[in-house]
């Protein structure tokens, strides 16, 4: 039935026209692709309010009264491209409509499952992050996705069989026309009402970007989310412009959270050492320590933390762009941006006070080195601009021996420690780890533990094989350092990049009977651990986070306070705090003892990361002083 406003608009358009509109909204291939998409849209809406969109989340499906009518002319503006077809070529036009209305709505679930985002326009820039992840990719997919699949299989197979049924539908081009100018009428007109006016129910919006992506996707639809989504990312691509007062106020808010705390035994003492930081893929917290029969998951690491700082309160920080994000939040003390992958959208941004670049600041040699190729995350062209001096890919190594992604650990470790050799000394040499990738499938002769029935042939299991396995030539690397006469003048930081099992799988862990406690949960928790034979072990529980690294090892090794302590670094030294909290991806802040105002400036840092990264901040303003 047609509102008042509708009814006003339709008496006004000649005869013409009018009876194409008719003829095109009783057209029985429209109406039933409106009803077919809204049934989609109600089914999608109620997975993503499950956070493992497994599920449904009856108090999240909707934030507010769902705008009906938004839906509809949404998905009517959309589908009018379909009466620009004649005859037979019709019914497979709108079988295309709803087929490409179905990828769309499937590749969000996905991207959800994995990222508790949906996918953008920014991600066409990381197409070539595809080349590995096909088995990463479909591992997303559950049972309950084949619902949205069903009405196109039984669409194919009539329009197949009965060639000439709804035949009488000609091309209705006006009406087509006539539906869409309606429909973008229409949403103008609720623009103005609800956005603009409020004259909408309570926290109803429509073309505005909601604190949470669902409820954007509540108020718009999957196709109306994407269009809005291409108009927000056209703004996005413009580079922010502070003026004078939030220069200003941007830099008041940093230097207030900064600590000036009188030094303790910490300070500089790994001054002068080496400094190898490892990114182990994947790396959980609940894993460390912990025994599956008596057997230890990570038995090389548990040693270390005899010599190490061992953080076991600490979290992935890290969005959209995962794993880059997570190297990023290490070597920048920033918070990745909000919209996309901070090292495909901006890798030519300056930051002058970098980890690198404060080692390079000392007259070390930096080095940065990944197993796989410098296209992957585009993370070649960030760490050079970050500040890393020379950089490996995997075209410096044999790649022979491959597992997932790219080269196996085994053969990765075995071949870095013949590169650190040449290093000159003292150096910051900065890599990452592969094997542990998800979908954490090893081959049968690398599966040492012995698993119970429960777990073997699960994810979790497949999860304990992998990191058994990186840590087991983990240890060969540091024997090998050690045999090298390299070990004991340098230290080591190893940090997960972020959850792999529980950030993938956790409705398959959810199923699995008989799991002991400590397996079922992580929440967030990666380690962050600091080792060298002449460190005392000592584990830290306060709240901290992959944003934190960089002022701690700067600390650690005797890096002038005022390069990395000023109102550019985001993150705070957890070897000399007072202070317990951590700021997640999603802004939830995990603290104790903080002031109300201290939570609302911590908050706010994300937003500030993300204008200071669209505006190249850092270079412009890397000249401030506190």
Not at 531 to 559: C, H, I, R
Not at 584 to 590: A, D, G, M, Q
Request: aromatic share 14%.
């Amino acid at each position: 039935m047609l509102n008042y406003n509708e009814e006003v608009i339709i008496q006004g358009l000649p005869f013409k026209i009018k009876r194409s509109f008719v003829e095109g909204v009783k057209n029985k291939y429209f109406l039933e692709n409106i009803l077919i998409l809204l049934v989609k849209i109600l089914l999608f809406l109620m997975l993503i309010s499950d956070d493992n969109a497994n599920g449904v989340n009856l108090k999240q499906v909707f934030y507010s009264m769902p705008p009906i009518l938004v839906w509809v002319t949404v998905q009517s503006a959309f589908l009018s491209l379909g009466l620009f077809f004649k005859v037979n070529a019709q019914k497979w036009a709108f079988f295309g409509l709803n087929l490409f209305f179905t990828i769309i709505v499937i590749a969000d679930i996905w991207y959800f499952r994995s990222n508790a985002v949906f996918l953008n326009y920014h991600m066409f820039g990381m197409a070539s992050n595809l080349e590995n992840l096909g088995s990463s990719i479909i591992s997303m997919f559950r049972i309950v996705d084949l619902l949205f699949i069903i009405d196109l299989v039984i669409i194919a197979f009539r329009n197949i069989k009965f060639t000439k049924t709804y035949n009488k539908y000609n091309r209705n081009a006006i009406g087509g026309l006539a539906i869409l100018f309606i429909s973008l009428l229409y949403l103008g007109y609720a623009h103005i009402k609800v956005d603009k006016k409020n004259l909408g129910f309570e926290n109803q919006f429509i073309f505005r970007t909601c604190w949470s992506p669902n409820q954007t996707m509540s108020n718009l639809t999957p196709i109306g989310y994407h269009i809005y989504d291409a108009f927000d990312f056209y703004k996005q691509s413009k580079p922010y412009v502070f003026d004078e007062n939030e220069k200003e106020s941007v830099k008041d808010t940093l230097i207030s959270l900064k600590e000036n705390n009188p030094n303790n035994e910490y300070a500089g003492m790994m001054n002068g050492k080496n400094l190898l930081v490892i990114q182990w893929e994947s790396l959980e917290t609940f894993a460390v320590n912990q025994k599956i029969d008596g057997q230890e998951i990570t038995p090389n690491l548990n040693k270390l933390l005899n010599n190490s700082l061992y953080f076991d309160n600490f979290y992935e920080q890290t969005y959209g762009g995962t794993s880059s994000d997570a190297e990023l939040l290490t070597n920048t003390s920033t918070f990745p941006v909000r919209e996309g992958a901070t090292f495909f959208r901006y890798p030519t941004n300056t930051y002058d006070y970098s980890l690198p670049n404060l080692f390079n600041n000392m007259g070390y040699t930096t080095v940065a080195s990944h197993p796989d190729k410098g296209s992957y995350w585009n993370w070649l062209a960030n760490l050079k601009s970050i500040g890393y001096n020379t950089l490996l890919d995997s075209t410096d190594y044999d790649t022979t021996e491959r597992i997932n992604l790219g080269i196996s650990d085994k053969s990765y470790f075995t071949q870095l420690a013949d590169v650190i050799k040449e290093i000159k000394e003292p150096y910051l040499g900065y890599t990452i780890t592969l094997t542990s990738h998800s979908p954490f499938e090893m081959p049968e002769n690398e599966k040492v533990l012995k698993l119970p029935s429960n777990l073997e042939g699960t994810k979790l299991g497949g999860y304990f094989h992998s990191i058994h396995y990186t840590d087991k030539y983990l240890g060969e690397f540091l024997k090998q350092l050690k045999t090298n006469g390299i070990l004991n003048n340098t230290a080591i930081a190893i940090y997960g990049d972020h959850e792999g099992v529980h950030k993938f799988y956790p409705d398959e862990i959810a199923s699995i009977k008989g799991l002991e406690p400590w397996m079922k949960e992580n929440n967030r928790k990666i380690p962050l651990v600091i080792y060298n034979n002449e460190l005392e072990g000592k584990t830290f529980s306060m709240y901290g986070g992959q944003v934190d690294t960089l002022p701690t090892l700067a600390y650690l090794f005797g890096v002038p306070k005022e390069n990395y302590s000023s109102s550019l670094t985001l993150g705070r030294n957890l070897l000399n705090t007072n202070k317990s909290y951590v700021l997640l991806s999603n802004r939830e802040l995990l603290q104790t003892g903080l002031t109300y105002e201290e939570q609302i400036k911590i908050k706010s840092l994300i937003d500030i990361s993300d204008k200071m990264i669209r505006g190249n901040y850092y270079r412009n303003e890397a000249s401030i002083n506190e």
